[in-house]
């Protein structure tokens, strides 16, 4: 007896009814194929190339404007700006995989993107200031002698703290990892927690506890320089500062942002300078900044001097036009790299003079900030490949969140480095 | 959803099918280019283009390139069977559905028995639970990481937690115990449970309540009897395909995990994994199409597996 | 209660509901039915109480239960956000998931259609042909996915977020399911008045689907409504965002104000609710209606 069931046929009198929907479906689907609203690339100025450059998304206000504005003031070439949220690594990777990606683009150069012929040698453009850059800064960007990217802004990664709260508990700013496990511990009450180094529970401080042990990820001669006992052991020290249980996880923002230390959910925070001015609008001069500290008294300290860089896409059609942009963007336009470095968050301008110039990071905890960079600062190496970095990552989440056998983790991400090392240099 | 009754026990039904074949209509074979070639061309150009490109890729090392020269064989498929983190992706996977199949099958047939029964402002429960289906994983992920699970004091579970003097939590980035499973199952339940109930709920108001009456005149009793031998069996063509769209659906997790966790190695699905060999900064398209490859080839063996097992497809004609 | 509860079909014997036992089960039923009910609202309350909070008060230490204060305010401060455009994206979202679900909806019935009643030697193929596809993860094939739109110069634009996403094999799979059962008398009677496929198909077959063509319709607008993935990589272009790549660029910001997030997310789930409480009716009937065989 099915007579609840609805009544799945229908009258002629539905039918009838209905049949206007279906004219309507009709004219959405004939419109799809149809105009969908996006301007052309052509018109505006007249002969003039257009060049594509894309960002990734800065998160500090008027960061975004900036860009278009001096994509505007080019007058050579029609310069449209990508602000690119969410993954921009990936999207980047499919764009420079398709005939759509950018003519020029900031990242960070792997020796991949030179095999692969995805960015141009800058050397011509850099040549007359080479000097003017960091030794550093060059370094990274320097693939078998030749320049790759221009540095555009230095962003030295560190701790910083609030004075207050050290001084309330009567500890001095600790000087090996110990300390700052020992002064993690101390400074944990019930509402705040001694120290955030990212919701992955550290994995940013990997590289700089390598440093601090007097490691390095590759050595001068490619190969693995991570795999001896003091390296171990300063994972280790990376695992029992996890397990302390002064650690901050699970905070809504992640170390990139200020604001967990901002909200008071921790004493001690791992963070970039860029976020200097955020820190300073919410805690005023309550602020104190250390390097990573060293292993122990043999170490060093040790401070990750990451930052972004402009490239030059070899997929480009108009490749020589967009060397020109980039070299009048991140070499000529002093006042533009100046208004880029400290007008939003905080940088280091790479060029010697520009930083030479920088009146805002000569004073306060900047000063500090950029002290420690000179003193302590490592690059990335070219030739350490994402994929060596994906390696080294599992490594220090087996080691640092489940508690594994460092050495044992250490010969496993060494057999993944050692095969990309054979493939990169044979 | 899509899924035809097992044989209903109306006889007319079984007597009708197959004796009526369309009549023949001059042309057929252009009339069912006309209507069926459309989709089938976009199918070649958007799902089997790429499908083929992929299995291209398969074959070669393709480090930042999709048109890569240099020919390796099987090595990509040989290196993704032997790499440990694809594998603990599968490893992740299985555990995954192990938690995610059966609750959501036994949740879902729950909140549809408990539906079906009242009598007062069913409509209203029905839309409570089928409105998460609104919500996107991006969404529910935001409100998940940011509200209720958050590792700090303002997070909803660790206010509740509070209040009965436990300490807060951080329950996306801790391991052990791996509490981050919570936040996990419980995201896609609140997403999902709300349509398969919907399945549910069809299914039971198809089954014909003379089954009850004639169950109860032979002495059944209503409960769990009736629920056993006549519920559940009737409800046996929704099942199947609860168990297997739910299946699928949790084969290609990526959504909840990515937002929610991120690319870590301890609970990181294939799709993730494999998105951050090809997708992210490795660029690694060898690899990457080898693995996808391979976790296309299990997703089909399970599938025709759980057919072969429930008979499902066997309703195809 | 009635003895025999037809309109549920999970009846009940005369006399049951009245014993103790059954007392006791009807009450743990409603106990039940209730913490659902909490839990399954409990996110939307969330998302209400945050989008109109300030950020101290969803930061602060002690629960505010509901802002005491209504930050209406929070509305205006999201569509003056330079760095997220709103209203683009909710226009986009709205033209991705109309055109997108009507396509998809002809292009799929066509072909179920097709499958379904129109003699062809091969038809089986076909079907298993656009069958396989659904096993096969779209994210699998993600970047060759995205090469072909690209080399056809659709990044960036609308129809690169439409027109791969227009066929769907699961939508066909459904569709022939459907026609299978559809009644083959008012086909035949169409035939007899001498309406050929076509005719059949668009005056008969369509207009009497149509619970079956909302329900799909629904299920395919949230689908596109809510669809991340995809328009993330082709809108590469801020002017080409959906709302769901909008709001993730709160996410990914180095800095992140929660009660901005959230009242994005207020806004980007409110066309859907909308949507849910005329359509549901539609959905669920044609849910229903799709498994049964006539």
């Known amino acids: ?426 | 959803m899509s899924t035809r009754t097992a044989p209903a026990p109306v006889p007319r039904e079984s007597a009708r099918k197959g004796a009526r074949r369309p009549k023949g209509i001059a042309g057929n074979t252009l009339w069912f280019w006309l209507f069926v070639g459309p989709f089938v061309v976009g199918l070649l150009i958007f799902s089997y283009l790429p499908i083929i490109w992929s299995l291209i890729l398969s074959f070669f090392e393709a480090y930042n390139t999709v048109t890569p020269s240099k020919f390796v064989g099987v090595d990509n498929y040989v290196d993704m069977l032997t790499d440990h983190n694809f594998l603990s992706s599968l490893g992740t996977f299985t555990l995954f559905a192990i938690f995610i199949v059966p609750l959501t099958f036994v949740l879902s047939l729950a909140l549809a028995l408990l539906v079906n029964q009242v009598k007062i402002a069913r409509a209203f429960f029905r839309s409570v639970f089928f409105l998460p289906t609104a919500c996107s994983y991006v969404v529910a992920s935001l409100i998940w990481r940011l509200s209720i699970f958050n590792g700090v004091r303002f997070g909803l579970m660790n206010t509740i937690l509070g209040w009965f003097g436990i300490d807060g939590i951080a329950w996306l980035s801790t391991v052990s115990p791996p509490w981050y499973w919570i936040p996990i199952v419980t995201v896609r339940l609140w997403l999902q449970l709300g349509f398969y109930m919907i399945l549910f709920i069809a299914g039971l108001q198809r089954i014909s309540p003379t089954l009850y009456e004639a169950a109860y005149v032979d002495g059944a009793k209503p409960g769990w009897q009736t629920f056993r031998y006549i519920t559940l069996p009737q409800l046996r063509a929704t099942s199947v395909a609860v168990l297997i769209l739910n299946l699928i659906a949790a084969y290609q997790a990526f959504d909840e995990f990515y937002n929610l966790i991120g690319n870590v190695n301890f609970a990181r699905p294939p799709l993730v994994y494999l998105y951050g060999i090809s997708l992210g900064t490795i660029q690694d398209l060898g690899h990457g199409s080898a693995g996808a490859l391979i976790l296309a080839v299990i997703i089909m063996l399970v599938t025709l597996l759980q057919n072969k097992i429930f008979g499902f497809g066997k309703a195809g004609d | 209660m009635t003895a025999i509860d037809r309109t549920t079909g999970a009846p009940q014997p005369i006399g049951y509901s009245r014993s103790t036992l059954g007392r006791v089960a009807l009450i743990l039923r409603w106990v039940a039915l209730f913490i659902a009910v909490i839990l399954f609202l409990l996110p939307f309350y969330l998302v209400l109480r945050n989008a109109l909070s300030t950020e101290a008060d969803i930061t602060s230490p002690s629960w505010t239960l509901f802002p005491k204060h209504l930050q209406w305010g929070n509305i205006k401060e999201l569509f003056n956000d330079t760095q997220v455009p709103m209203a683009r994206a909710l226009y986009n979202s709205a033209v991705v998931g109309v055109l997108g679900t009507a396509g998809q909806l002809l292009l799929a019935s066509m072909a179920g259609y097709g499958l379904a009643r129109i003699p062809y030697r091969h038809a089986d193929k076909v079907f298993y042909a656009i069958v396989a596809t659904l096993m096969i993860p779209g994210a699998v094939t993600f970047i060759p996915s995205f090469i072909v739109v690209s080399s056809l110069g659709w990044v960036s634009t609308l129809r690169g977020l439409i027109i791969p996403t227009l066929f769907s094999g699961f939508a066909a799979f459904l569709f022939r399911q459907y026609f299978l059962n559809f009644p083959r008398e008012l086909e035949e009677a169409a035939r007899v008045d001498g309406a050929g496929h076509f005719g059949t198909f668009w005056r008969i077959v369509v207009p009497n689907s149509l619970p079956f063509f909302a329900a799909l319709a629904a299920i395919t607008f949230i689908g596109n409504w809510n669809s991340f993935l995809w328009p993330l990589v082709i809108g590469q272009d801020s002017s080409s965002w959906t709302i769901q790549v909008a709001m993730s660029t709160f996410v990914t910001a180095q800095t992140i104000n929660i009660h901005e997030l959230f009242m994005a997310v207020a806004v980007s789930i409110l066309p859907l609710v909308l949507i849910f409480a005329f359509l549901q009716r539609y959905l669920i009937q044609g849910v229903t209606q799709s498994g049964i065989k006539d």
């Open chain 1, 1 to 426: 007896m099915p007579a609840h069931m609805p009544s799945r046929g229908m009258s002629r009198r539905d039918l009838l009814k209905r049949t206007g929907g279906l004219a309507a479906l009709a004219a959405f689907t004939a419109a799809c194929g149809g105009n969908t609203g996006r301007p052309s690339d052509s018109g505006g100025g007249g002969n003039k190339v257009n060049l594509s450059q894309w960002y990734h998304q800065y998160g500090e206000t008027g960061t975004k404007e900036a860009a278009l504005k001096y994509a505007k003031a080019y007058t050579d070439a029609n310069v449209s700006v990508q602000w690119t949220p969410g993954d921009y690594g990936s999207k980047l990777s499919s764009g420079l995989l398709s005939n759509k990606g950018p003519d020029v683009f900031e990242s960070q150069l792997n020796i991949g993107m030179v095999k692969s012929n995805q960015v141009v040698p800058l050397d011509d453009i850099i040549a007359d200031v080479k000097d003017d850059f960091q030794p550093g800064d060059l370094a990274t960007n320097t693939v078998d002698g030749k320049v790759y990217g221009i540095r555009m802004i230095v962003d030295p990664q560190v701790i910083y703290y609030r004075k207050s709260l050290l001084d309330k508990a009567g500890i001095k700013p600790p000087e090996t990892i110990d300390d700052l496990i020992a002064a993690a511990k101390e400074l944990t009450t019930n509402k705040v927690k001694g120290i955030f180094v990212g919701n992955d529970g550290g994995l940013a401080l990997g590289g700089p506890a390598l440093w601090s042990s007097g490691g390095s990820y590759l050595t001068d001669d490619h190969k693995p320089g991570f795999t001896n006992e003091r390296a171990a052991q300063a994972f280790s020290k990376l695992h029992e500062l996890y397990t302390s249980k002064s650690v901050l996880l699970g905070s809504p923002t992640d170390w990139t942002d200020p604001g967990a230390i901002n909200q008071n959910l921790c004493a001690m925070q791992w963070i970039g300078m860029w976020a200097v001015p955020g820190m300073q609008k919410a805690l005023g001069d309550d602020l104190g900044v250390i390097a990573f500290p060293a292993l122990d008294a043999q170490g060093k300290p040790a401070v990750y001097s990451g930052g972004w860089t402009q490239f030059v896409s070899a997929k480009s059609p108009n490749v020589d036009a967009a060397k020109k942009f980039v070299k009048w963007l991140w070499i000529d336009k002093q006042d533009f790299q100046e208004d880029w470095s400290l007008n939003y968050g905080f940088h280091i301008p790479p060029r010697k003079s520009l930083a030479a110039k920088a009146a805002k990071l000569q004073s306060g905890v900047a000063a500090d900030t950029v002290k420690l960079n000179a003193d302590y600062g490592h690059t990335d190496n070219p030739a350490w490949t994402p994929k060596m970095g994906t390696a080294f990552g599992d490594m220090l989440t087996n080691i640092i969140r489940k508690g594994a056998d460092p050495a044992g983790e250490i010969s496993k991400a060494e057999k993944t480095v050692n095969a990309e090392l054979s493939r990169l240099f044979g």
